[in-house]
């Protein structure tokens, strides 16, 4: 696993558990399946983008992209959460 699937991983798990959201929960409300959601939050190198986006949208996260910024950065709060 890379270092940025890694990062997007722990985000992703970290704002569901923040949410109180099960897999199984959080697969429904993105109408995906809960092996997708798994998979992310195992950090798999391939996505399907748009079931990606659809996920950080339902956690309240987001994608970014940046002109001239290498690589992928994932921000967190003081806290250590993903940035709102």
Known sequence: MS?????LAEAVRA???RLGL????????V???TR???TVEAGKGTLR???????????????VVRK???GVAVE??????PAP
């Not at 079931?51 to 956690?59: R, S």
């Open 49 to 63: 983008l748009d079931k990606l986006i659809d996920l950080l949208a339902a956690l309240g996260l987001g994608l």
């Open 31 to 33: 109408c995906c399946s």
């Open 22 to 29: 099960r897999q199984e929960e959080l697969a429904e409300l």
């Open 68 to 70: 001239g910024a290498p």
């Open 3 to 7: 270092d940025r699937a890694s990062s």
């Open 15 to 17: 704002r569901r558990a």
């Open 76 to 81: 967190a709060d003081e806290c250590g959460e």
């Open 36 to 38: 997708f959601v798994h």
